[in-house]
């Protein structure tokens, strides 16, 4: 038997494929305790990034467009496991979500409010 270089494994979210080299594919073993187990809960980065931030798998496979004819439903138990593994932090920075009032409201307008408005700007001016 020949020994392969790289492993493949695949995203039990998305079905997508990541081709790992042997040592990451060893250390992900080993992490996951056994090859069976280890495929039977893969979830690539992307995935495992939207589901700490709250998405459900059907929402994240639908955002990523993908094709679910051949992914199983995968129970909350496998989803739960996913999360609470890791070094217990996440890594996203805090998005500043608050907006300036320019940038909320569209700078085109109907003509008979810019007049409005227009008017109003130079009655504050006399």
Do not use: W
Not at 60 to 65: A, E, F, G
Not at 91 to 110: A, P, V
């Amino acid at each position: 038997m020949t020994h392969r270089k790289t492993r493949k494994l695949v995203c039990i979210v998305t079905g997508r494929t990541l081709i790992a080299t042997k040592d990451y594919y060893n250390r992900k073993v080993k992490k996951a305790g056994s090859e069976d187990h280890l495929h039977d809960s893969y979830v690539c980065k992307e995935a495992k990034n939207l589901l700490l931030k709250g998405y459900t798998v059907d929402k994240i496979r639908n955002m990523l467009n993908v094709d679910q004819t051949n992914l199983q439903d995968i129970t909350v138990d496998v989803i739960n496991e996913v999360l609470s593994t890791g070094k217990g932090k996440t890594r996203f920075k805090k998005i500043n979500t608050i907006m300036s009032t320019s940038s909320i409201l569209n700078s085109k307008t109907d003509p008979e409010v810019a007049a409005f408005l227009k008017s109003l700007s130079e009655s504050d001016n006399v």
